[in-house]
């Protein structure tokens, strides 16, 4: 298993996976028969230091181990929650926000590392089925995306077409362990998808990228979209009609992606 940079072909080697399916032991290599990671947290660029941690995650089987430049296998993070849903890595430390909406800290610099309980349980809706940490402006927020559900019958068996309704937003107080919501990101823009979430200064753009709004991709079925969430109004605008087109035609495995730029220019969108 590799660590690869897509663009620049930089590959940089890691432990075998087999010290990731062993790592818990209630389950063995043949009984997991989907061998794949859904999120791996960089604590920094590898291209700018050699002093960096990578974490992985499992959801499915709650796993997460770390390793570091220089580590012959994965370490294993004790985690007793079992229902991971996003890691991210700010100020210093990895930050886990659960499917129930608990958030836990751990520091990989601590002798034993040990996740602690910063944020309980939020009460959400029962449309809320998507669940997001990211760093807006210093900050750490929580993003709840709620989503509309219906079932269709295309002729060969039922399938579930999903429409985002709303989201909320909600900024963590780290020393309170409170959550505050808020109905705007300034300057800043939100994009959430299958392969993570990231802000970015709206301003840095010269069009198309518009401030305190949640740019999103959803994918599901034989119905998917891209859409732009207005945090002031609570509206929702198509992005790509084309693909709403084309995944309605059947082309159901297309999956969208969002790219982010990692030079500090000014860009044209």
């Not at 297309?254 to 969108?269: A, E, F, G, Y």
Request: proline residues 4%.
């Amino acid at each position: 298993m590799t660590l690869l940079h897509p663009f620049s072909r930089t590959n940089i080697p890691l432990p075998s996976i087999n010290g990731l399916l062993t790592s818990r032991s209630e389950y063995t290599i043949k009984e997991i028969r989907e061998h794949y990671i859904d999120q791996g947290i960089l604590s920094a660029n590898p291209s700018d230091t050699s002093d960096y941690a990578l974490v992985v995650v499992r959801h499915h089987f709650a796993m997460m181990s770390f390793w570091r430049p220089g580590d012959l296998n994965w370490t294993k993070i004790n985690f007793k929650n079992d229902n991971l849903y996003n890691v991210v890595y700010f100020k210093g430390q990895f930050y886990v926000l659960t499917f129930d909406l608990e958030v836990w800290v751990f520091d990989i610099a601590e002798p034993i590392v040990k996740p602690r309980l910063l944020v309980h349980q939020l009460s959400r809706s029962n449309n809320s089925r998507k669940f997001y940490l990211v760093e807006v402006s210093g900050a750490l927020v929580i993003v709840t995306q709620s989503d509309y559900w219906k079932a269709s019958d295309d002729g060969h068996g039922y399938y579930y077409s999903i429409r985002t309704i709303e989201f909320n937003i909600y900024e963590v107080d780290e020393i309170t362990g409170k959550l505050n919501e808020i109905n705007t990101l300034g300057d800043s823009s939100i994009f959430l998808g299958r392969n993570g979430t990231t802000c970015i200064d709206s301003s840095r753009f010269t069009a198309g990228i518009k401030p305190t709004y949640i740019y999103f991709t959803n994918v599901y079925g034989p119905y998917g979209y891209m859409g732009a969430y207005n945090i002031k109004n609570g509206c929702i605008e198509s992005l790509c009609p084309e693909l709403e087109l084309e995944l309605s035609l059947g082309s159901n495995r297309l999956s969208t992606s969002w790219v982010t730029p990692s030079d500090n220019r000014r860009i044209k969108s």
